[in-house]
């Protein structure tokens, strides 16, 4: 799962089955240029994928469509998008265990797109402590 949330109460997500890849990333990333309205400004936590030149010559080919920004080395606190996999875990999936792979995924999208109709959650995750920064 890949997600990106906005300090306004949006949600973005895409849920895949095989390895989180450049290309994984630069599909998402163009599906998140592509449905905003505005330059997108994405915070990055330090994953390789997020650093790999393929993505740094995307990013360059888009730059008046998207910014981003890389935080320091190992800070999940400072990710706000964490606090929606922390809740995606523990609401979405820890509360009945999936059976297959399948069911896991069905899951989680059926999660991901309550939250989307719920952009009170999602501007909440903004008030933790440690990523209030990104909600200015």
């Not at 163009?30 to 915070?43: D, P, T, Y």
């Not at 922390?86 to 939250?115: C, F």
């Amino acid at each position: 799962m890949m997600s990106a949330i906005t300090n306004r109460g949006q949600l973005a997500f895409m849920v895949f089955k095989c390895r989180f890849t450049t290309k994984v990333m630069i599909v998402f990333l163009g599906r998140l240029v592509r449905h905003a309205r505005r330059k997108v400004f994405l915070i990055l936590d330090g994953h390789p994928v997020h650093r790999a030149k393929a993505v740094g010559r995307w990013r360059a080919d888009h730059a008046k469509q998207i910014e981003m920004f890389l935080l320091p080395g190992y800070s999940p606190e400072l990710n706000p998008d964490e606090l929606l996999n922390n809740d995606v875990k523990s609401n979405a999936l820890g509360r009945r265990r999936p059976a297959d792979q399948t069911e896991m995924i069905t899951g989680v999208r059926s999660y991901l797109r309550g939250t989307q109709r719920r952009p009170d959650i999602v501007i909440n995750y903004f008030q933790e402590e440690h990523v209030r920064y990104a909600a200015q």
